[in-house]
């Protein structure tokens, strides 16, 4: 159960676009269509903003989008806001009902 | 609107239990697995523990650092998911999440967080 590897800061200038990688085992991220991202505001409750990879649920900005490719999921923002600065957490369904968080990415608008 | 509210955190010393609640409203409590997701200072989130709707065989997994120690349930005649924490370490210090799992075993609600300190 080791957590799944992510940068610890990323930063942009407003509108530009951003990448987080988040890398597992192929008994994780590779093994499962089932990478969700979360968006944390210390002291508010995290945000789903993308599931099964790359969905967005209902209310998320389309600027936010995720992919897959082997045992590395992606999150990109694009036309990065001020509102987007926060912490970014992947996790991955890790099988037999665990699932496993990324080590949190600090996301800096310039 | 889903709503899940942890109680229950607080200062403990080394050696001594905890038991923390969620209460949920908002959605149909028995029919989602529900979690804990904890957080320590300056650290990232961590999975605690996890339990399917119906409690069953097989249904409730823990993390290695808490297996043996803590102890998911859920009531689903209350809409509640509780945590029974036991023989707490210092590491067990951080912010308890109660979250839902939805539709695509995915994690898609939290609540607002719970403080568990455990110091001397």
């Known amino acids: 159960q080791s957590a799944l590897t992510q940068p610890a800061s990323v930063s942009g200038s407003p509108g530009q676009s951003i990448t987080i990688s988040c890398t597992g085992t192929?008994?994780?991220?590779?093994?499962?269509?089932?990478v969700s991202w979360y968006q944390h505001h210390p002291g508010k409750a995290p945000k789903l903003m993308i599931y099964?990879?790359?969905k967005r649920p209902s209310g998320v900005s389309n600027r936010f989008s995720g992919s897959k490719s082997g045992n590395t999921a992606s999150l990109t923002i694009s036309g990065l806001q001020a509102e987007d600065e926060a912490d970014y957490y992947c996790c991955s369904y890790a099988g037999s009902s665990t699932y496993v968080f990324g080590t949190g990415t600090k996301v800096t608008v310039l | 609107e889903v709503q899940l509210v942890e109680s229950g955190g607080g200062l403990v010393q080394p050696g001594r239990s905890l038991r923390l609640s969620c209460a949920s409203s908002g959605f149909t409590f028995d029919d989602y697995a529900m979690h804990w997701v904890r957080q320590a200072p300056e650290k990232g989130l961590e999975w605690v523990s996890g339990i399917s709707w119906n409690s069953g065989s097989g249904s409730i997994a823990y993390a290695d650092s808490v297996k043996g120690r803590f102890t998911i349930s859920r009531d689903n005649a209350k809409n509640s998911l509780y945590l029974q924490m036991n023989s707490l370490r210092a590491e067990d210090t951080a912010f308890y999440y109660c979250?839902?799992?939805?539709?695509?075993?995915?994690?898609?609600?939290w609540g607002q967080g719970t403080l568990v300190t455990v110091s001397s």
């Open positions: 099964e990879g790359s």
């Open positions: 192929s008994s994780d991220v590779g093994s499962y269509n089932l």
């Open positions: 979250a839902k799992e939805g539709d695509s075993t995915t994690i898609d609600y």
